[in-house]
């Protein structure tokens, strides 16, 4: 499946989570869906983190900030959702992230939500799952005063490290521009 026809599709489920479906409307067989509710299960823990963001996304920028901290994440409902602290800190100063993850049993799906410490608000959510031992999530957000789509990835996920990255595209998914990148490793008890 090309990257349009997965936005495309992702897109739909995101209007069945959100209940926007009619309630009379057909919907596929569950039974054929994969349970998911296990997918962050390895996210659970201390970690610590290097965290590389894009000052201007989308501007053709290139200047990076780096930054290093910690991310403490902690089962809830018996991991059907997950609370996850961000702090880190770099020569541009401290950032704070709050991200909370909900598994949807009868989507299938996960929704992430993220507020930073700067504003206290929650984002867009984002909706997705896993595949081949691999994330997607996605939403459409305003940036600079336009629409895009952004994708969150959890990749290369192994018992001790995982890397995860966020990109954005102002062309509909044909191209995407990397803007956040994180680097993470277990912290051993």
């Known amino acids: ?26 919907q596929p067989a569950a039974a054929s869906a994969r349970d998911g509710q296990h997918d ?8 610590t983190t290097h965290i590389r963001r894009l000052q201007h ?14 991310v403490t ?17 770099g ?11 909900l598994y949807n049993p009868g989507a299938h799906q996960w929704t992430m939500f993220f507020a930073t410490g700067n504003d206290g608000v929650m984002g867009t959510p984002m909706f997705g799952d ?13 940036v600079g005063g336009r629409s895009i789509l952004a994708r969150f990835v959890w990749l290369d996920i ?4 995982h890397r995860v990255e966020q990109s954005f595209s102002a062309d509909g998914g044909k191209t995407w521009e990397s803007n956040f990148v994180a680097d993470l490793q277990r912290v051993k008890p």
């Open 1 to 26: 499946m090309n990257a349009s026809h997965r936005i495309c599709a992702l897109l739909s489920a995101m209007l069945v989570v959100l209940g926007a479906s009619s309630a009379g409307a057909e």
């Open 40 to 47: 962050f299960d390895f996210k659970n823990g201390t970690w």
């Open 57 to 70: 996304p989308l501007t053709g920028s290139h200047d990076w900030i780096e930054l290093n901290g910690t």
């Open 73 to 89: 994440t902690h089962k809830v409902w018996g991991g059907r959702a997950l609370l996850e602290e961000v702090e880190a800190d």
């Open 91 to 101: 020569p541009n100063g401290h950032f704070e992230d709050l991200g909370l993850f």
């Open 130 to 142: 896993f595949k081949d031992g691999r994330g997607e999530f996605y939403d459409q957000e305003d």
């Open 158 to 161: 192994k018992p001790d490290s």
